[in-house]
């Protein structure tokens, strides 16, 4: 059995995203579908895609909606009818959102989403405003996606309220992340090599959960 996950660039990006750190607070394996700058009809499409290519193998799924603020009812109705697919087929699913601007209470479709699927920050804030209010000393140059450290702790503490603490290897490896993203800029460096040439952020496996 797996986790399977989806949303866009926030939640698979150039950098560790909130996906990657899923690992240490379950024990199974996760498979991240979300691609990169996708819309919310796009990531509704994948992931009922993904119900229909896993069903079987799928222990939990997570999606995160994007910013939409051109048209929020559109995004109330891809969110409406993934949900509505997820349940016909009897998967366990979470939600959660990038930021509030998608959520219109003045829609009447509004009423009709299942809200207890969700995790919020702060009730109705998502991980970009965690990150803002949290972690903005980390914040990567001319970059909007949140960085690892955020993303990391929006798992630990938002999704799963874990008591796991990092020792200072950890979060020095964590934070590292804008001064590395950095110096790979100013070398000229492609993104697609920072993943792999950046600070060890895995954590200790004596550490999961």
């Known amino acids: 059995m797996k986790i399977v996950t989806h949303g866009c660039t926030e939640t698979k990006y150039y950098w560790p995203c909130w996906p990657k750190f899923l690992e240490f607070f379950t024990n199974n394996p996760v498979l ?11 990531i509704s499409r ?5 119900a229909i290519k896993f069903k079987s193998t799928i222990s939990h799924m997570y999606i995160m909606w994007t910013s939409d603020t051109s048209n ?5 109705e891809n969110i409406l009818r993934t949900q509505h697919f ?12 990038y930021n509030n601007n998608i959520l219109d209470k003045d829609c009447k479709l509004y009423q009709e989403i299942d809200w207890s699927k969700f995790i919020f ?3 109705n804030k998502g991980l970009e405003e965690y990150s803002n ?17 955020a ?3 929006w798992v630990k503490n938002i999704m799963f309220n874990s008591e796991l603490i990092l020792n200072k290897m950890q979060m020095d490896n964590l934070s590292d992340w804008a001064n590395h993203v950095t110096r790979q800029k100013n070398r000229g460096s492609f993104f697609n090599k920072i993943t792999n040439s950046g600070p060890n952020w895995t954590l200790l496996d004596g550490d999961k959960k």
């Open 46 to 50: 994948s992931a009922i895609d993904s």
């Open 32 to 42: 991240n579908m979300a691609n990169f700058d996708s819309d919310n009809h796009s």
């Open 151 to 153: 993303q990391f702790y």
């Open 121 to 123: 920050y702060k009730n």
């Open 72 to 76: 929020s009812l559109q995004t109330l």
């Open 86 to 97: 997820l349940s016909s087929y009897t998967l366990r699913y979470t939600m959660m959102i």
């Open 133 to 149: 209010e949290n972690f903005s000393e980390y914040k990567i140059k001319d970059e909007f996606t949140p960085p690892p450290i």
